[in-house]
């Protein structure tokens, strides 16, 4: 049979119900829970609703067409394997078919052996890039978690902390909380020359400042009450390789005047204890304007520009509110294998509330939004219910906006307009015309794209009783 452990679930799409019929009744007959749609947006609907690991599809269908239907199943459902069938069936179709990430290609008339070993073949596929994904997502949870985003913010700060990691420089990151300034700091040192040496993380202001001190260039034995033996510090700990030092901001003046001498003459004078050369490289980050605290007389004026090196500005979680599904997804599967749940993915209207909210605790609110969305969903999919209340609440949409300028044409504030709201679906026009409020054929003209003349339904040839009718 196959490697999939559950009865797996195959949706089949055409307009002819013989088809339907016929497949349904073929691939029952495997031991598989078939579903039918005699259209696209049927399909869509269904796979909102029902995880499904395998989705067979005609090309040729009135109003949405397999291509189309190809290219939204891969925007919202992308772990989804597509086997396209027509009785159109050229190479020109096939190489279009699987460009657009179908997994296989299969022409009318439909023989039983033929759909039968399509199936099980992309149901293996389907398994193995589960079994895959999962395994990526426990070992990034037990190591190093990834920095998940594809937007355009995102990849112009990594390819920042990219090109300064081949440096010794000292770099200074800059965000809100809970942006993932520590990851970033990971990255910069796991594509740095020091890169197999130790990267050590301090939270300056998780510790208190009467070992502070202590904690960061370390004590001799005797050196205050209570230190009955020697300490190493966090230099010391990082020595040869990588310090990060989140919210420094919170480092009390004295303190200061220790570190700008750790990276001006690369020295460290342990508490009671004597001068000593220490090789560390310098990571810095803070959620506070330093300019400013300078300014106030709150941090040294030399000790900032000492660490302002190369600042790189980690975007909040609104302005790229692009990630969100992708984050929203890596999270999902991290916690749904944590806690056993059987969930593979979001509904449209919990995917829509997310997007619109401003996530004032950026990807740290994120994570434990979907968490709790994982544990208390009750099926296969995340509703808007599942998610925290302050996401349903109506006034939370601080999500992306627009602006234009006066005067611009109506066409082009349209045209924007429906380009954004498309980005926000992830390609899906239904949706995206349901909130514009507009008709789906509208989001076609609008963009000059059009849809497809629907043509003739293929005729079914009978040929012999391993032909499907």
Same mark, same amino acid.
């Given at each position: 049979?196959?490697?999939?452990?559950?009865?797996?679930?195959?949706?089949?799409?055409?307009?002819?119900?013989?088809?339907?019929?016929?497949?349904?009744?073929?691939?029952?007959?495997?031991?598989?829970?078939?579903?039918?749609?005699?259209?696209?947006?049927? $399909?869509?609907?269904?796979?909102?609703?029902?995880?499904?690991?395998?989705?067979?599809?005609?090309?040729?269908?009135?109003?949405?067409?397999?291509?189309?239907?190809?290219?939204?199943?891969?925007?919202?459902?992308?772990?989804?394997?597509?086997?396209?069938?027509?009785?159109?069936?050229?190479?020109?179709?096939?190489?279009?078919?699987?460009?657009?990430?179908?997994?296989?290609?299969?022409?009318? @008339?439909?023989?039983?052996?033929?759909?039968?070993?399509?199936?099980?073949?992309?149901?293996?596929?389907?398994?193995?890039?589960?079994? &895959?994904?999962?395994?990526?997502?426990?070992?990034?949870?037990?190591?190093?978690?990834?920095?998940?985003? &594809?937007?355009?913010?995102?990849?112009?700060?990594?390819?920042?902390?990219?090109?300064? $990691?081949?440096?010794?420089?000292?770099?200074?990151?800059?965000?809100?909380?809970?942006?993932?300034?520590?990851?970033?700091?990971?990255?910069?040192?796991?594509? /740095?020359?020091?890169?197999?040496?130790?990267?050590?993380?301090?939270?300056?202001?998780?510790?208190?400042?009467?070992?502070?001190?202590?904690?960061?260039?370390?004590?001799?034995?005797?050196?205050?009450? +209570?230190? =009955?033996?020697?300490?190493?510090?966090?230099?010391?700990?990082?020595?040869?390789?990588?310090?990060?030092?989140?919210?420094?901001?919170?480092?009390?003046?004295?303190?200061?005047?220790?570190?700008?001498?750790?990276?001006?003459?690369?020295?460290?004078?342990?508490?009671?204890?004597?001068? /000593?050369?220490?090789?560390?490289?310098?990571?810095? $980050?803070?959620?506070?304007?330093?300019?400013?605290?300078?300014?106030?007389?709150?941090?040294?004026?030399?000790?900032?520009?000492?660490?302002?090196?190369?600042?790189?500005?980690?975007?909040?979680?609104?302005?790229?509110?692009?990630?969100?599904?992708?984050?929203?997804?890596?999270?999902?599967?991290?916690?749904?294998?944590?806690?056993?749940? @059987? =969930?593979?993915?979001?509904?449209?209207?919990?995917?829509?509330?997310?997007? &619109?909210?401003?996530?004032? +605790? &950026?990807?740290?609110?994120?994570?434990?939004?979907?968490?709790?969305? =994982?544990?208390?969903?009750?099926?296969?999919?995340?509703?808007?219910?599942?998610?925290?209340?302050?996401?349903?609440?109506?006034?939370?949409?601080?999500?992306?906006?627009?602006?234009?300028?006066?005067?611009? @044409?109506?066409?082009?504030?349209?045209?924007?307009?429906?380009?954004?709201?498309?980005?926000?679906?992830? +390609?899906?026009?239904?949706?995206?015309?349901?909130?514009?409020?507009?008709?789906?054929?509208?989001?076609?003209?609008?963009?000059?794209?059009?849809?497809?003349?629907?043509?003739?339904?293929?005729?079914?040839?009978?040929?012999?009783?391993? =032909?499907?009718?």
């Amino acid at each position: 049979m196959t490697s999939t452990a559950r009865t797996p679930t195959i949706l089949v799409v055409d307009d002819e119900p013989s088809i339907l019929d016929a497949l349904q009744k073929v691939l029952a007959k495997e031991n598989m829970s078939v579903r039918t749609a005699s259209s696209g947006q049927q $399909a869509l609907d269904i796979l909102r609703n029902v995880p499904v690991q395998v989705m067979i599809t005609d090309l040729r269908m009135p109003g949405m067409t397999g291509e189309d239907l190809l290219k939204a199943v891969k925007a919202l459902t992308p772990e989804v394997e597509v086997i396209m069938m027509t009785a159109y069936g050229t190479v020109e179709n096939a190489v279009g078919a699987m460009k657009l990430g179908a997994y296989d290609f299969i022409s009318k @008339p439909l023989k039983r052996a033929a759909i039968i070993a399509a199936v099980q073949k992309a149901l293996d596929k389907h398994a193995l890039v589960a079994e &895959n994904r999962e395994l990526k997502a426990q070992l990034a949870a037990a190591t190093n978690r990834p920095i998940v985003g &594809n937007s355009q913010v995102l990849r112009a700060a990594l390819d920042m902390a990219r090109q300064a $990691a081949g440096s010794s420089a000292t770099v200074l990151l800059l965000g809100e909380s809970g942006t993932g300034k520590e990851l970033f700091a990971r990255y910069i040192q796991q594509h /740095s020359p020091r890169a197999a040496r130790p990267l050590v993380p301090t939270n300056c202001a998780a510790l208190p400042e009467s070992i502070l001190e202590s904690e960061l260039f370390g004590h001799e034995k005797g050196a205050f009450t +209570g230190a =009955v033996r020697a300490r190493e510090g966090r230099f010391l700990e990082a020595h040869t390789g990588t310090l990060f030092l989140d919210e420094i901001g919170e480092i009390p003046l004295h303190i200061q005047v220790k570190l700008l001498r750790a990276l001006q003459e690369g020295e460290i004078e342990p508490v009671g204890g004597r001068l /000593s050369k220490v090789d560390v490289r310098l990571i810095c $980050a803070t959620n506070r304007d330093l300019s400013e605290e300078v300014k106030a007389g709150r941090f040294r004026e030399d000790l900032f520009y000492r660490i302002n090196v190369i600042p790189i500005r980690v975007p909040p979680l609104r302005d790229r509110l692009e990630d969100v599904p992708l984050l929203a997804d890596h999270f999902l599967r991290i916690f749904a294998g944590k806690h056993g749940k @059987p =969930v593979s993915g979001f509904t449209e209207a919990a995917l829509y509330r997310m997007g &619109n909210y401003g996530w004032p +605790g &950026n990807v740290r609110e994120m994570e434990n939004a979907v968490e709790r969305a =994982v544990v208390l969903c009750r099926g296969g999919l995340v509703d808007e219910h599942d998610l925290p209340p302050e996401l349903r609440d109506p006034q939370a949409g601080h999500g992306r906006q627009i602006t234009f300028s006066v005067g611009t @044409p109506l066409e082009e504030v349209e045209r924007r307009m429906i380009t954004e709201t498309l980005k926000f679906t992830r +390609g899906d026009k239904r949706l995206a015309a349901d909130l514009l409020g507009i008709a789906t054929r509208t989001i076609y003209r609008k963009l000059e794209s059009g849809a497809q003349p629907a043509e003739p339904a293929p005729r079914v040839e009978s040929e012999s009783d391993e =032909v499907i009718h």
